[in-house]
């Protein structure tokens, strides 16, 4: 009894399931950039910034987190574990260098070095992506669309989460804060360290389903969360009720992995069975195999081999832009230089980087329209909710209208974009108790964008590069971040400040931070963010154009093709074993 209860764990941590809910673990701890809003304010007083360095500080956050064309091209050689690794280094690095600046445990730093703490720091969050979103997509390929949703929907909650857990630990200490996110992240990602890998299993049968148990899970989580937030916002909690609804919080998010062991044990009672009662071998299912293994196979000799011609290799340049049909495995310089990208790319930088500025500018926006500080904590919950709403939404509703109705992605995309452009408009012409539907609309089209643009780039160019890929994709979001929060937000705010000064008949004080009372603060930004993202959409809407055609067929058939083949091959290698043991 022990024995078999000590194989079943064994397959357990070595399952693809088990590697799931590491991975749900990993992007819920990955909530370091979602929270800079909180400790955003605690950088700005301690280090006497104005809005426009502070604005600075959040670009190189959006380019550190962003910037994953290194983390991808090391993912492309190396096994997943080097990449986690790297990461927690740099996550605690790069968080603890900040804490210690603005608790003065240090001498105060330049600014070009908080700007590298703080690229260092969230630069790490893409070799945890990249090492957790690539390998489940191919665990899961067939479904990739509601996985990267359910991931990328547990990394927006992930503020939210690590809110709740530095109060319960710190209590309301920002700076605090910025040490958990250093510490906590990395080491989920050290214990988890070989568990995240890809696994060449057979696809389960009911793996849709097994997805929206998580989601259940998480939608539960979500809206614990949401409640909690609110009722933190009315009710003063006592050290003791921020311990019990953090406690709360890491029971929900272990309930996956009850869910992971659940189907582990169905998949090791099925193995069990039939290993007691072995069948005979089917010849059916050795032609079947043969059928299918011939149609892979290329033919042996080609005509200009006939002919005795040697084929010459195409060049480089010519190969860059003799591009593969749609779906098929591009290579980088394909992708990055198809008119598909450079649309997706466009659409991305329109409609994340006015996302990040807006997010970004959240703990400012809220003094600005006369919100409490309290309130506009809240504000910031109610985006990492939202956000992960959006995610959910994105990976679920895109997929299901993809199987059943062959609706493009891209379009769902567009739609986004649109609804952001509301967002955007109510800030900048702000009506009583707006900001609160502002910051629903804004998370939650800023947290769909992600698993769409992942699952795009995912469907159109192939999953051979996909790792190097999809954070090229993601270089479009801090660009847009610079040119829109520190080129527009930022100054545009400064400038303002700067005339309300001028109106009292006072003037900039060297070394201490502007600050800005009205409605007039972001009126000029958020006008010029919501016709940014309006071109954002329109660019989204030519790649729905573009790629309708290609989303009509059946975008996962060869997947499925490899996964009966994997699965042929296996019963066949284990019925011929049990000839073998007959007399």
């Known amino acids: 009894m022990a024995t078999r209860q000590f194989g079943f764990a064994i397959q357990l941590f070595k399952g693809k399931w088990f590697s799931l809910f590491a991975s749900f673990l990993i992007m819920a701890g990955a909530g370091g950039t979602y929270v800079f809003g909180t400790y955003s304010q605690e950088i700005k007083a301690s280090l006497g910034y104005d809005q426009s360095t502070l604005n600075l500080l959040g670009f190189f956050k959006d ?47 330049k600014i070009w070095q908080m700007c590298m703490y703080i690229c260092i720091a969230s630069n790490s969050q ?138 582990e044990l169905i998949f090791w009672n099925q193995k069990k069975q039939s290993t007691d009662h072995p ?137 986004v974009l649109f609804l952001s452009c509301i967002g955007h408009l109510l800030i900048a012409f702000p009506l009583p108790g707006s900001l609160y539907a502002a910051s629903v609309i804004i998370g939650f089209s800023f947290g769909a964008q992600f698993p769409l643009m992942n699952a795009i780039i995912s469907e159109l160019f192939g999953l051979k590069h996909y790792s190097t890929l999809f954070n090229c994709g993601q270089l479009a979001s801090p660009i847009g971040s610079y040119i829109l929060n520190v080129k527009v937000g930022g100054m545009l705010y400064d400038q303002e400040a700067v005339k309300d000064l001028a109106k009292k008949g006072l003037h900039r004080t060297s070394g201490k931070a502007l600050t800005c009372i009205g409605s007039h603060c972001y009126r000029l930004s958020f006008v010029i963010l919501a016709a940014v993202t309006f071109f954002g959409a329109l660019s989204s809407l030519i790649l729905a154009g573009r790629t309708k055609g290609f989303y009509k067929g059946d975008i996962y058939e060869k997947f499925r093709e490899i996964s009966e083949a994997t699965e042929l091959q296996k019963d066949f290698a284990s019925e011929g074993s049990v000839q073998k043991m007959q007399p």
Request: hydrophobic letters at 50%; aromatic letters at 12%.
């Open 63 to 109: 380019l550190g987190a962003n910037i994953g064309v290194i983390s991808g091209l090391i993912a492309e050689v190396t096994p997943t574990w080097i990449l986690l690794l790297i990461g927690s280094a740099m996550n605690f690095g790069g968080f603890f260098l900040i804490w210690l600046s603005v608790t003065e445990k240090i001498a105060t730093p």
């Open 126 to 263: 893409n070799f945890a992506n990249t090492g957790v979103l690539v390998t489940a997509v191919r665990n899961f390929p067939e479904n990739r669309g509601v996985l990267l949703g359910l991931l990328k929907g547990f990394a927006g909650l992930s503020g939210a989460i690590m809110t709740e857990i530095y109060l319960a630990i710190y209590g309301n200490d920002a700076k605090s804060l910025i040490l958990l996110i250093g510490w906590l992240p990395a080491a989920i990602s050290v214990v988890f360290v070989y568990t995240i890998r890809e696994i060449k299993a057979v696809r389960h049968p009911n793996e849709l389903r097994i997805f929206y148990h998580f989601l259940y899970v998480s939608i539960a989580l979500a809206l614990f969360l949401m409640v909690v937030t609110i009722v933190q916002n009315v009710v003063a909690f006592s050290k003791a009720a921020y311990a019990g609804s953090a406690t709360l919080v890491c029971i929900i998010l272990f309930v996956p992995l009850i869910i992971s062991a659940r189907e």
């Open 279 to 415: 069948t005979k071998i089917v010849a059916e299912k050795s032609k079947e195999l043969d059928s299918k293994e011939s149609r892979s196979l290329p033919p042996l000799t080609s005509p200009i081999e006939l002919s005795g011609e040697k084929p010459k290799k195409a060049s480089w340049i010519t190969n860059t832009f003799n591009k593969p049909e749609r779906g098929e495995d591009y290579t980088i310089l394909q992708a990055l230089f198809s008119m598909d990208f450079i649309f997706l790319f466009i659409a991305t930088m329109c409609g994340i980087g006015s996302s990040l500025t807006a997010v970004d500018n959240f703990g400012q926006i809220g003094p600005a329209l006369g919100y409490p500080s309290k309130t506009t904590k809240s504000f910031l919950s109610l985006v990492s909710i939202w956000n992960f709403f959006g995610r959910i939404f994105a990976g679920f509703v895109s997929e299901y209208l993809l199987s059943k109705y062959k609706f493009p992605r891209p379009m769902m995309t567009t739609m």
